[in-house]
């Protein structure tokens, strides 16, 4: 009876104290602790469609498309994105991009390479800019590697924040303002490469889309297209999949009015929302007109990109859907190379548990979005294999080529993991199994770096130069390649 009124005497005391920081909290920031949600952002796109637009035109009558499609991953996707890059610059590929797609950790690489925009290919030889670009990527990937979630923890002690969703984004969002965004906005940001930065419209139940430039919406024209044209499956298809409206990007156009993300909106808020996963995080909420000219408001309630489609490259593929029913097109080629970080689960390894807690293990969160979309996923490659087929036959090019961070066989140990693995097997098990957190482990980062670097120059051999080469594409041999520049 004593033992068990000592340990009464215990409980009560320790919830005295918690009972007494709880009011002290509640003293010291009054009403904040349950304050709600707030509205982030009161979008006012223009009325009518601005230059960029033009411009836009003007880029998409070019006849090659050549995209990179950055995918979700936290910091993992950000320092692996960075050091692709890299590695694609080093082949002469940067200077050919025509669009950058991202999701989540990949746009924070997408975002810093037009905020901080490069001038390399400006460059009169391919020395200079090959110098140009070892210089650019130094610190370009050090901010990959910051612990963006540590700066939000500590932001988020604030007692208007930790208690509400959206004001955590806040929290992230100034994080990235701080380190390499420096509150510039969607205005500040030049026209090429076209960035597409995606979120999830919790509304809408499809990809949201942030752009520099403008984008179409609504289904294609189908009277766009010459009498010969029209009847070519190829571009039945393609007016099949845009008539679908799960499959249109929503975006701040609408079929009567084409317009560009606002100018003033901050790139921060667009890759905020493309990261934000609640309920840690977001939803990210904006305030918009319902219409073309003024009208109601209406709240938009953004996500993580990544529930519906983590690779980033639904976006480009609606892009060169768009391109195949505009009118008479032009298109010659398109190639997307997709730097892909992210998870991977092996059914063997997952059913040989006994224990399967997702609470207490962050990387099996990634299953309850990630079943649906392998279906989806499986759907999405007979599609586009049948199209690539009927462009085949009209003799459009059309290849994706993709760089998946768990596929790199490393054999060589980077001085930061010494004494934290044990062997090259060791090496290769770690890469799947690096969090997706928004703070990198100086280890875990030099392997993705390697890792980057390795499947860039192996993918890139002879062959597949020789064949880039036809399509009309400057591409570099690697170091290993008998192919002369």
Same mark, same amino acid.
């Given at each position: 009876?004593?033992?068990?009124?000592?340990?009464?005497?215990?409980?009560?005391?320790?919830?005295?104290?918690?009972?007494?920081?709880?009011?002290?909290?509640?003293?010291?920031?009054?009403?904040?602790?349950?304050?709600?949600?707030?509205?982030?952002?009161?979008?006012?796109?223009?009325?009518?469609?601005?230059?960029?637009?033009?411009?836009?035109?003007?880029?998409?009558?070019?006849?090659?498309?050549?995209?990179?499609?950055?995918?979700?991953?936290?910091?993992?996707?950000?320092?692996?994105?960075?050091?692709?890059?890299?590695?694609?610059?080093?082949?002469?590929?940067?200077?050919?991009?025509?669009?950058?797609?991202?999701?989540?950790?990949? +746009?924070?690489?997408?975002?810093?390479?037009?905020?901080?925009?490069?001038?390399?290919?400006?460059?009169?030889?391919?020395?200079?800019?090959?110098?140009?670009?070892?210089?650019?990527?130094?610190?370009?990937?050090?901010?990959?590697?910051? +612990?963006?979630?540590?700066?939000?923890?500590?932001?988020?002690?604030?007692?208007?924040?930790?208690?509400?969703?959206?004001?955590?984004?806040?929290?992230?969002?100034?994080?990235?303002?701080?380190?390499?965004?420096?509150?510039?906005?969607?205005?500040?940001?030049?026209?090429?490469?076209?960035?597409?930065?995606?979120?999830?419209?919790?509304?809408?139940?499809?990809?949201?889309?942030?752009?520099?430039?403008?984008?179409?919406?609504?289904?294609?024209?189908?009277?766009?297209?010459?009498?010969?044209?029209?009847?070519?499956?190829?571009?039945?298809?393609?007016?099949?999949?845009?008539?679908?409206?799960?499959?249109?990007?929503?975006?701040?156009?609408?079929?009567?009015?084409?317009?560009?993300?606002?100018?003033?909106?901050?790139? +921060?808020?667009?890759?905020?929302?493309?990261?934000?996963?609640?309920?840690?995080?977001?939803?990210?909420?904006?305030?918009?007109?319902?219409?073309?000219?003024?009208?109601?408001?209406?709240?938009?309630?953004?996500?993580?990109?990544?529930?519906?489609?983590?690779?980033?490259?639904?976006?480009?593929?609606?892009?060169?859907?768009?391109?195949?029913?505009?009118?008479?097109?032009?298109?010659?080629?398109?190639?997307?190379?997709?730097?892909?970080?992210?998870?991977?689960?092996?059914?063997?390894?997952?059913?040989?548990?006994?224990?399967?807690?997702?609470?207490?293990?962050?990387?099996?969160?990634?299953?309850?979005?990630?079943?649906?979309?392998?279906?989806?996923?499986?759907?999405?490659?007979?599609?586009?294999?049948?199209?690539?087929?009927?462009?085949?036959?009209?003799?459009?090019?059309?290849?994706?080529?993709?760089?998946?961070?768990?596929?790199?066989?490393?054999?060589?140990?980077?001085?930061?993991?010494?004494?934290?693995?044990?062997?090259?097997?060791?090496?290769?098990?770690?890469?799947?199994?690096?969090?997706?957190?928004?703070?990198?482990?100086?280890?875990?980062?030099?392997?993705?770096?390697?890792?980057?670097?390795?499947?860039?120059?192996?993918?890139?051999?002879?062959?597949?130069?020789?064949?880039?080469?036809?399509?009309?594409?400057?591409?570099?041999?690697?170091?290993?390649?008998?192919?002369?520049?």
């Amino acid at each position: 009876m004593g033992h068990f009124t000592q340990n009464w005497c215990d409980f009560t005391l320790r919830a005295a104290i918690v009972a007494g920081l709880i009011m002290l909290a509640l003293l010291a920031g009054g009403c904040a602790l349950v304050m709600p949600d707030r509205i982030h952002y009161v979008a006012k796109p223009p009325d009518q469609s601005m230059a960029r637009c033009d411009i836009d035109d003007q880029a998409e009558a070019t006849d090659r498309i050549l995209g990179i499609a950055l995918s979700g991953g936290g910091s993992r996707a950000a320092v692996f994105g960075a050091s692709t890059l890299e590695a694609l610059s080093e082949h002469g590929v940067l200077g050919q991009v025509s669009h950058i797609s991202s999701v989540s950790g990949g +746009s924070l690489v997408g975002s810093y390479f037009l905020a901080h925009p490069p001038a390399c290919e400006e460059t009169a030889t391919r020395e200079a800019r090959q110098a140009c670009w070892q210089s650019y990527f130094p610190d370009f990937k050090l901010k990959m590697r910051v +612990s963006y979630q540590t700066g939000m923890f500590l932001r988020n002690a604030q007692p208007s924040r930790f208690s509400s969703p959206t004001r955590r984004a806040t929290s992230l969002q100034e994080e990235f303002d701080k380190h390499f965004l420096d509150g510039k906005a969607f205005g500040d940001l030049g026209l090429d490469p076209v960035l597409l930065i995606n979120a999830t419209s919790y509304d809408e139940t499809r990809r949201f889309v942030f752009s520099n430039a403008c984008l179409a919406a609504g289904p294609a024209d189908s009277s766009s297209g010459s009498n010969a044209d029209a009847g070519k499956r190829y571009r039945i298809m393609a007016e099949a999949a845009l008539a679908e409206r799960a499959l249109q990007a929503f975006t701040f156009s609408r079929p009567e009015c084409i317009r560009p993300t606002p100018g003033n909106l901050p790139v +921060s808020l667009a890759v905020v929302s493309s990261a934000s996963f609640p309920p840690a995080i977001g939803p990210v909420s904006l305030e918009v007109p319902s219409g073309c000219v003024g009208g109601q408001p209406e709240w938009w309630h953004l996500g993580d990109g990544g529930i519906i489609e983590n690779a980033g490259t639904d976006s480009l593929e609606e892009v060169i859907l768009r391109r195949l029913t505009d009118g008479e097109p032009r298109l010659k080629s398109a190639l997307i190379l997709s730097v892909d970080a992210g998870a991977r689960f092996d059914p063997d390894e997952l059913k040989s548990r006994k224990n399967f807690r997702m609470y207490t293990d962050p990387g099996l969160t990634g299953l309850v979005v990630d079943s649906p979309r392998v279906r989806g996923q499986a759907y999405h490659d007979i599609f586009w294999d049948e199209l690539a087929d009927e462009l085949a036959k009209e003799g459009i090019g059309y290849e994706k080529i993709t760089f998946q961070h768990s596929q790199a066989m490393l054999d060589e140990l980077p001085g930061s993991c010494v004494g934290k693995i044990s062997s090259v097997g060791a090496i290769r098990d770690r890469l799947p199994e690096i969090p997706t957190e928004f703070g990198i482990d100086e280890c875990d980062a030099d392997l993705l770096e390697m890792a980057a670097h390795q499947l860039v120059h192996d993918t890139l051999d002879e062959e597949t130069v020789r064949r880039l080469r036809s399509e009309g594409l400057s591409i570099h041999a690697g170091q290993d390649c008998a192919l002369s520049d």
